[in-house]
């Protein structure tokens, strides 16, 4: 795909807004000197050096947002203690803070990673403790992050679930919050991504489990086997009744799966020395669901958010990828990205058929580009959906907020 193209997406995503509705967590890094093994137990002695808590989950798939450009509205429920007051202060100045739940008896959910190691070596994760895991949500509280959902993803041009496995999400919710955007003659795309219900949430317009979570799920192994890559994804793709399915891959790229189109194998860019995958998944769906809501195809949108997952992976701790950052990795990447494992795999799709897989029949690419967007394209004609999948989503009018 030419370069031009995706340089040129980057500039359409900014001041488009992204209700981001889910799971936030507040990432602390405490950072030492390995100094010497205790004489109590093996285990190792740290000089303290800093502590740093920087948004985690939906609140850093928010600050992707943000940092790309566009304007998050960011919805969930963030306890009253101090932990959730610097998670707040973390959110990057384009997140919109106004649809936030704040309970004063609940605990932030903070995840804790100890990172070693001496002067002039990296920093490694030692162990990570989590806190404020597993707590029951109150009816009140669900009832208010509900209404602030709505609210936010009326005024939004794309809505991104993210479920951490909380329960304050859940596929019955956003069911209903699918239904209530339809009814408002909002038809905005609708992206989640779960780290523990992927097959329980169905007919929206993507997801984006990674490699292990698909194995999860479905009870497999795909252990590098192209053939059982494309069944999982298919097998996906029809069970959610999503428009696209996005399986990442870490180092072995991405893979797009569409109904009746062939699957698009997307390899890694830039280098492979990776520091920290810490949130590369936030990054990944924020930058797709920003595409998407600039009017970008599914597969022009996944290869800006490899590239963007690209950056991010080369940076320590929970992180972001600025516009600036996302232009000059396509540019420096552009001719260098490595092979993908089944990218030179000639596979059939598959679909859906009586419970089972079964050979897709072949379609001309004219023919599959012209199905992307399912029905949308039939609601939506006159909005241009050639020019691609998120345009069949757009309301008249909403051009984006700079």
């Given at each position: ?17 992204v209700?981001?509705?889910g ?17 109590e ?23 992707n ?13 963030v ?26 008896a ?33 009816p ?72 292990s ?22 097998d ?26 062939p ?6 860019v830039g ?27 599914f597969?022009?949108?996944a ?16 992180a ?19 092979p ?8 059939r799709?598959?679909?859906a ?23 949308a ?26």
């Amino acid at each position: 795909m030419d370069s031009a193209q995706l340089l040129a997406l980057i500039d359409a995503v900014r001041g488009r807004t992204v209700a981001v509705i889910g799971d936030v967590i507040a990432d602390e890094f405490v950072y030492g000197r390995v100094a010497r093994v205790s004489r109590e137990a093996p285990v190792l002695i740290l000089e303290y050096d800093s502590t740093e808590i920087v948004a985690g989950g939906g609140a850093n798939a928010a600050n992707n947002v943000a940092a790309l450009g566009g304007v998050a509205s960011l919805v969930s429920l963030v306890g009253g203690d101090e932990p959730g007051t610097r998670l707040i202060r973390s959110l990057h100045r384009r997140v919109d803070r106004r649809h936030l739940v704040r309970a004063r008896a609940r605990t932030t959910t903070v995840k804790t990673r100890i990172l070693a190691g001496g002067v002039h070596s990296t920093k490694q994760q030692v162990v990570r403790i989590d806190r404020g895991v597993g707590q029951t949500i109150g009816p009140r509280e669900r009832a208010a992050v509900e209404r602030a959902a709505m609210a936010a993803a009326v005024d939004a041009d794309a809505v991104l679930i993210s479920d951490y496995g909380s329960g304050l999400i859940t596929p019955a919710f956003v069911s209903r919050l699918r239904r209530s955007l339809r009814s408002e003659g909002v038809p905005i795309p609708i992206l989640v991504d779960s780290r523990y219900r992927l097959l329980e949430y169905r007919g929206l317009t993507a997801c984006t489990p990674n490699e292990s979570e698909v194995e999860q799920a479905l009870g497999i192994e795909i252990d590098d086997d192209p053939r059982v890559l494309e069944r999982a994804g298919r097998d996906v793709l029809a069970r959610t009744q999503m428009k696209a399915v996005l399986i990442t891959r870490g180092g072995r790229g991405m893979a797009l799966f569409q109904p009746n189109a062939p699957t698009v194998h997307i390899p890694i860019v830039g280098s492979d020395e990776i520091a920290d995958v810490t949130g590369a998944g936030d990054t990944v769906m924020a930058t797709l669901a920003l595409a998407l809501a600039a009017g970008a195809t599914f597969e022009r949108a996944a290869r800006l958010a490899n590239h963007a997952g690209g950056v991010v992976v080369m940076k320590r701790g929970t992180a972001t990828v600025s516009a600036d950052e996302l232009r000059a990795a396509i540019t420096a990447n552009e001719g260098r990205a490595r092979p993908s494992v089944g990218a030179d795999l000639k596979v059939r799709p598959y679909q859906a058929h009586e419970g089972r897989l079964k050979p897709a029949p072949t379609r001309t690419p004219e023919a599959a580009g012209s199905t992307s967007a399912g029905s949308a394209k039939a609601r939506h004609a006159k909005a241009g959906h050639a020019k691609g999948v998120g345009a069949a989503f757009r309301r008249p009018g909403r051009s984006g907020r700079g």
